[in-house]
């Protein structure tokens, strides 16, 4: 692989950290300053709402400015939510937190395009390998973050999390020297082209591939921040679990996500992104029946790691599939309109999670994704049906 793929796996190990921590600690510490327990998991939601609201203007800024500056800048809204975070601990004050969140989420639009920038940086037939790779970063931000996040929880913390938030900031800022110093701009193969180039975004649309690869990354993502969303409340506050199982849980199910990407790219090459996709649906399946049926730890655990594999397997399958479907000239466009729909999705699905819980419970909450999943596998059937003999 090219150096500037391996710079975005350590940038991405780093960058990526600020959602396991907000996933681990958002609904613990919103539980502690909310003005109601329904509000609890607000902060999980709110960073998906920054990641939904920041990824036109990311895309935009990247067709005109390159992808290295607006990756610096995300690197910086990451260490701003820190502080911001820390501010929120010291005062006790929950709007500041939801505000450090919704930062927070904008820095990780940044961060989610990364997967983009190492598919430009290597020939086509190796961008499902190079966008798997980047992914792996996340397994050192599945352990860091929740690690970061445990620095200032301790009973006997006068301000709980300050320390967390603080130490937040200080990874983002070196993931921004990492890519300061490592990636190369001039490395991409595609040289960046001006807004409205390409088809009409109504033609693009009209290809059923378009949208068998957006449903694959927006319903996995927000299937998956659904049922994670509601873990760790679930069962610090419902099952009787203590907050280090929960940890372990979540750090286990984040490893899970990005463990397959060791071969998930190159799934992709010899079994086909339809087979992967198959088997990443079928994993979300054994999840919800194993969540469904028990509340003890290794219900949890083995729930949320297949959670994780079907994400993965579903995610990059849909990212190696969608530049199949436009020309480079189109390539912002619909790699920001795929991002909105993904990230839209994953923010109804995170803010209703806290609610869900509370008014149905954990047994119900999971079964809601089943009509998803069904939803995904019909337009899969219909891609398939209309396709012409390529093999994908």
């Known amino acids: 692989m090219p150096f500037n793929v391996w710079v975005l796996v350590a940038a991405q190990a780093l960058a990526m950290c600020t959602a396991p921590f907000i996933v681990f600690i958002g609904s613990i510490q919103g539980r502690l300053l909310a003005p109601a327990p329904e509000y609890a998991t607000l902060p999980v939601g709110l960073v998906v709402v920054g990641t939904v609201l920041a990824i036109k203007p990311a895309t935009w800024l990247m067709e005109r400015l390159g992808r290295k500056k607006v990756m610096l800048l995300g690197t910086c809204m990451g260490m701003l939510a820190g502080c911001l975070g820390a501010f929120a601990s010291w005062l006790g004050f929950f709007p500041l937190l939801c505000l450090a969140a919704v930062v927070g989420g904008a820095g990780l639009a940044v961060v989610h395009q990364y997967r983009f920038a190492a598919m430009e940086s290597v020939p086509d037939k190796m961008a499902g390998s190079a966008a798997a790779r980047v992914l792996l970063g996340g397994l050192v931000a599945a352990w860091l973050g929740p690690e970061i996040a445990t620095l200032g929880s301790g009973a006997e913390v006068e301000h709980p999390f300050l320390a967390s938030w603080l130490g937040l900031a200080g990874v983002q800022l070196s993931a921004l020297v990492i890519l300061s110093v490592g990636y190369r701009a001039q490395a991409e193969r595609v040289r960046e082209t001006h807004a409205g180039g390409g088809r009409p975004l109504r033609e693009i649309l009209a290809n059923p591939l378009i949208w068998v690869a957006i449903s694959a990354a927006a319903i996995g993502y927000a299937v998956m921040s659904f049922v994670m969303t509601a873990t760790p409340l679930s069962m610090t506050e419902m099952a009787g679990h203590d907050l280090d199982d929960a ?84 390539r912002f466009r619909v790699q920001g309109l795929n991002d909105i729909f993904v990230f839209g999705s994953q923010a109804t699905a995170a803010l209703s999670a806290g609610f869900i819980l509370s008014w149905l419970g954990w047994s119900a909450l999971v079964m809601i994704a089943v009509p998803f999943l069904v939803i995904h596998g019909l337009l899969m059937v219909f891609w398939l049906t209309r396709r012409e003999g390529v093999r994908c």
């Open 247 to 330: 940890k372990r849980v979540i750090q286990l199910h984040i490893m899970a996500m990005y463990l397959p990407s060791l071969i998930s790219g190159w799934l992709t090459r010899v079994v086909g992104i339809p087979l992967m996709m198959g088997v990443g649906l079928l994993a979300y399946l054994g999840c919800i029946v194993l969540a469904a049926n028990g509340v003890s730890f290794h219900h949890y655990l083995s729930a949320l790691v297949l959670l994780g594999i079907g994400w993965n397997f579903l995610f990059v399958g849909g990212t190696t599939l969608l530049p199949r479907g436009y020309t480079d000239a189109e």
